[in-house]
């Protein structure tokens, strides 16, 4: 992974379930993955691998999901010398207003 998140970083997100009763629109990102076409918006952690966020595989907009994935998972991911990255200019704010979250 290319400038993974500093445990400083993630020890500061909230942890899984914390903000279950949040409504999806409301949820904060605090990270943002990309590869490609595929984004990873992260909401929750559970402090050693699982994250909980909304996920965009392929630019397919109509299939994705919020749910579950992996640091591990994202770390592995490597084509031709490229890696998953870690948007180090990624703004903290709810999922309404990230434009690529549920459609808009």
């Known amino acids: 992974m290319w400038n993974p998140p500093t445990a400083e970083q993630l020890d500061k997100l909230p942890r899984l379930y914390q903000t279950e ?34 996920v965009i595989l392929l630019g397919d907009y109509e299939n994705a999901e919020w749910g579950y ?12 010398y490229t890696e998953v990255e870690h948007d ?6 709810p999922a309404s207003q990230v434009d690529k979250i549920m459609g808009k």
């Open 21 to 54: 009763h949040t409504p999806l629109q409301d949820k904060i990102i605090h990270i943002h993955f990309y590869f490609g076409d595929c984004d990873w918006f992260v909401a929750e952690f559970d402090g050693e691998d699982i994250f909980f966020g909304y």
């Open 69 to 80: 994935f992996t640091l591990s998972e994202l770390s592995d991911i490597a084509v031709a």
């Open 88 to 93: 180090l200019y990624w703004e903290v704010r």
